[in-house]
């Protein structure tokens, strides 16, 4: 079965500035790895700009409309906190990253492709409604399930978010939704705090697993095998979608957590063989952090590899 590639120039053109992890390198190295002549069967397609109204849905349109006003003299970026910087580009490109991740779960619902992989940036899993947060603008992940619930009638929808952060922005977005699922992996502590086994949602359906700074992939394997995936199959999601972050690598700089390549393997090849059972085999994976650019590259072309086997 075929597997989207949806990405866009424009996401490299959101410039964060010489010494930011969140750089356009990530995303080219990523680019690069898939360049291989094993992905050459991949769909390619450029990512439109989310419309306000897709973003509307889980950002106020105050917010919306701001955000995308926000547009910053060429080499005269905004620091809208400590971490999150707009530049000229910026706002094409989170429209973009947004509308990539629709256009994912377009290629997923209409037939065109099984499974589908967003290659943008900025980020997007720390965005909360009316906040920018943590290298995030808009939340794409969840600007994506609610494509699918609005505009595809997708009745129960699942993010799924492996990144080494916890994803505070989808869980504020999704925790009073019992028609959506939020389910998390991480470490604790670390940026941005939130995650703890309490926080569940208004019905159960939030799942966190912290995870220690050292542990490795036998730790995160028992989090998504013993009590995750489990929570998930019975959540039964009609959509699956995968806030993919590579930033439990060992060699990630931002955290300590001590993943290897083939844990990205073994998480894809779980999480498609669920979307098989439940899903149709619909999957839709969003690119959310990891910043070594060998790390990254690497496992973002195993967790691509894997959907192409869905
Ligand atoms: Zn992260």
Redesign the pocket.
């Known amino acids: 079965m075929t597997t989207a590639l949806i990405t866009h120039p424009a996401c490299l053109e959101h410039d964060t500035g010489p010494y930011h992890p969140e750089n356009s390198e990530r995303l080219r190295a990523v680019l690069a790895a898939l360049e291989a002549e094993e992905f050459s069967m991949l769909l390619r397609e450029k990512a439109p700009l989310a419309t306000i109204d897709q973003l509307a849905r889980v950002h106020p349109r105050a917010y919306v409309e701001a955000i995308l006003a926000i547009q910053p003299e060429l080499g005269q970026p905004i620091q809208l906190d400590s971490d999150t910087v707009m530049s000229a580009g910026s706002a094409e490109a989170a429209a973009r990253a947004a509308g990539g991740a629709v256009k994912a779960v377009d290629a997923v619902m209409n037939g065109w492709a099984r499974s589908a992989f967003a290659a943008v940036r900025p980020?997007g899993?720390?965005a909360e409604p009316s906040r920018p947060m943590?290298?995030c603008l808009f939340n794409n992940a969840a600007v994506a399930a609610l494509h699918a619930r609005v505009h595809w009638g997708v009745e129960r929808v699942a993010v799924v978010d492996f990144?080494?952060?916890h994803g505070n922005g989808t869980q504020t977005m999704f925790e009073s939704d019992p028609n959506l699922f939020y389910a998390s992996s991480?470490q604790s502590p670390c940026?941005p705090g939130t995650g703890a086994p309490s926080e569940r949602g208004t019905s159960g359906n939030v799942i966190n697993v912290p995870l220690h700074p050292r542990d490795g992939g036998p730790a995160f394997r028992a989090a998504w095998s013993k009590t995750i995936l489990p929570l998930l199959e019975a959540f039964r999601p009609r959509l699956l979608i995968i806030s993919a972050?590579f930033?439990?690598h060992v060699a990630d700089p931002?955290?300590q957590l001590r993943l290897e390549t083939a844990d990205f393997a073994w998480i894809t090849e779980q999480l498609v063989a669920l979307a098989d059972r439940h899903c149709d085999g619909r999957v839709v994976s969003v690119l959310?952090?990891?910043?070594d650019l060998d790390s990254l590259a690497a496992s973002a072309a195993v967790h691509v590899r894997g959907l192409m086997r869905a």
Do not use: M, N, Q
């Open positions: 980020p899993h720390h943590g290298f990144d080494v952060h991480h940026y972050g930033d439990a931002l955290a959310e952090g990891g910043y």
